[in-house]
């Protein structure tokens, strides 16, 4: 009986650099990353910016003056009446470029023309507001306030715009940071090597790897400096009026969608960054076990072949050389 032959599992082929597929992935992850933080960025510039969906909902801050006098006084309901007579609004919200106002039951009724560089005077708004004659008591720290407000919403105007700019061009550009053949996908077998070269590493870092990793950085800081200083900025106005409201009646309060919005932006902004400092020090350090090997594999060949050249015997070199003929 003819026995059968033998399959064996034909050798797996090395793999060559990075998978297509797993190229593909790294690149589609870092523009949604970008392209989400974007999306919300778009959201927190636009915030507030005119009596539409959503944008009417997305504030910096919020100040309500519906009771600034205190409901305690007698005939509070006649006192409230004449509070909005002379001429202001129950409420006031901050975004980034100009306020919005309105009233409690009508919403809002008017938004100030959009102003590069806006940063909220409460006090200014308030008294251009008020009729000839009447006056309103403000909280008393409100000027040291205003100050820092003034320096802090010039630095948060120009980060948001900087950084909003910033991913939107790196949602087309990361994926170019992605390489199929980076240095650290290097073979210690030397013909795979010759028939896939792989980026050489010095090059790879310094015009590739090492640029994107800054604009990814400075994206990320922009972001989320610009995320902090909204935040400190706009919790110092809230307690700086909600500490009068017991003598004013003054309430105020942040806005969670606003917050929300530019703190998920900082997030992917920052997971984006990790991302391309991953891949840079990877490209910089990785691979060193096989480069070990093949300079290993090198020295050794080189001492074979010269160890084959001095180990012919002294027999053999006499006999080549009767073996030549003589030259006259």
Same mark, same amino acid.
């Given at each position: 009986?003819?026995?059968?032959?033998?399959?064996?599992?034909?050798?797996?082929?090395?793999?060559?650099?990075?998978?297509?597929?797993?190229?593909?992935?790294? /690149?589609? @992850? /870092?523009?949604?990353?970008?392209?989400? &933080?974007?999306?919300?960025?778009?959201?927190?510039?636009?915030?507030?910016?005119?009596?539409?969906?959503?944008?009417?909902?997305?504030?910096?801050?919020?100040?309500?003056? &519906?009771?600034?006098?205190?409901?305690?006084? =007698?005939?509070?309901?006649?006192? #409230?009446?004449?509070?909005?007579?002379?001429?202001?609004?129950?409420?006031?919200?901050?975004?980034?470029?100009?306020?919005?106002?309105?009233?409690?039951?009508?919403?809002?009724?008017?938004?100030?023309? =959009?102003?590069?560089?806006?940063?909220?005077?409460?006090?200014?708004?308030?008294?251009?507001?008020?009729?000839?004659?009447?006056?309103?008591?403000?909280?008393?720290?409100?000027?040291?306030?205003?100050?820092?407000? $003034?320096?802090?919403?010039?630095?948060?105007?120009?980060?948001? %715009?900087?950084?909003?700019?910033?991913?939107?061009?790196? %949602?087309?550009? +990361?994926?170019?940071?992605?390489? +199929? $053949?980076?240095?650290?996908?290097?073979?210690? #077998?030397?013909?795979?090597?010759? &028939?896939?070269?792989?980026? /050489?590493?010095?090059?790879?870092? @310094?015009?590739? +790897?090492?640029?994107?990793?800054?604009?990814?950085?400075?994206?990320?800081?922009?972001?989320?400096? &610009?995320? !902090?200083?909204?935040? !400190?900025?706009?919790? %110092?106005? $809230?307690?700086?009026?909600?500490?009068?409201?017991? #003598?004013?009646?003054?309430?105020?309060?942040?806005?969670?969608?606003?917050?929300?919005?530019?703190? %998920?932006?900082?997030?992917?902004?920052?997971?984006?960054?990790?991302?391309? @400092?991953?891949?840079?020090?990877?490209?910089?350090?990785?691979?060193?076990?096989?480069?070990?090997?093949?300079? /290993?594999?090198?020295?050794?060949?080189?001492?074979?072949?010269?160890?084959?050249?001095? +180990?012919?015997?002294?027999?053999?070199?006499?006999?080549?050389?009767?073996?030549? =003929?003589?030259?006259?």
């Amino acid at each position: 009986m003819a026995k059968l032959p033998l399959f064996r599992k034909a050798p797996e082929r090395p793999q060559v650099g990075r998978s297509r597929a797993k190229v593909l992935w790294h /690149r589609i @992850l /870092r523009s949604f990353c970008y392209l989400v &933080a974007w999306i919300f960025l778009i959201l927190v510039v636009i915030g507030s910016i005119a009596d539409k969906p959503v944008i009417r909902q997305t504030y910096f801050l919020e100040i309500n003056l &519906a009771n600034i006098i205190p409901l305690s006084t =007698p005939n509070a309901d006649l006192i #409230d009446t004449i509070a909005r007579t002379i001429g202001l609004h129950d409420f006031y919200q901050v975004g980034l470029w100009n306020y919005c106002e309105g009233y409690m039951g009508q919403g809002i009724t008017h938004c100030s023309k =959009p102003k590069v560089l806006y940063w909220f005077n409460p006090v200014e708004i308030i008294l251009s507001e008020l009729l000839s004659g009447a006056t309103i008591a403000l909280p008393a720290n409100i000027t040291s306030a205003l100050k820092i407000a $003034r320096i802090a919403s010039h630095w948060m105007f120009g980060l948001f %715009i900087t950084g909003t700019v910033l991913t939107f061009i790196l %949602i087309f550009l +990361s994926p170019l940071a992605v390489s +199929s $053949r980076p240095p650290q996908t290097i073979s210690p #077998d030397p013909a795979v090597n010759q &028939a896939h070269p792989q980026h /050489r590493r010095r090059t790879f870092v @310094l015009l590739r +790897s090492f640029p994107f990793l800054i604009l990814t950085f400075l994206a990320a800081l922009f972001t989320v400096v &610009a995320s !902090v200083v909204a935040t !400190v900025m706009f919790i %110092i106005f $809230r307690n700086v009026f909600t500490s009068a409201s017991e #003598d004013l009646n003054i309430e105020a309060w942040i806005g969670t969608r606003m917050m929300v919005f530019m703190w %998920i932006a900082s997030g992917f902004n920052l997971i984006a960054f990790i991302l391309q @400092l991953g891949s840079c020090c990877a490209s910089c350090c990785g691979g060193r076990k096989a480069r070990k090997q093949l300079k /290993r594999n090198s020295a050794n060949g080189t001492s074979v072949s010269a160890g084959t050249s001095s +180990s012919v015997s002294p027999d053999l070199r006499e006999k080549d050389h009767l073996r030549t =003929p003589a030259t006259e």
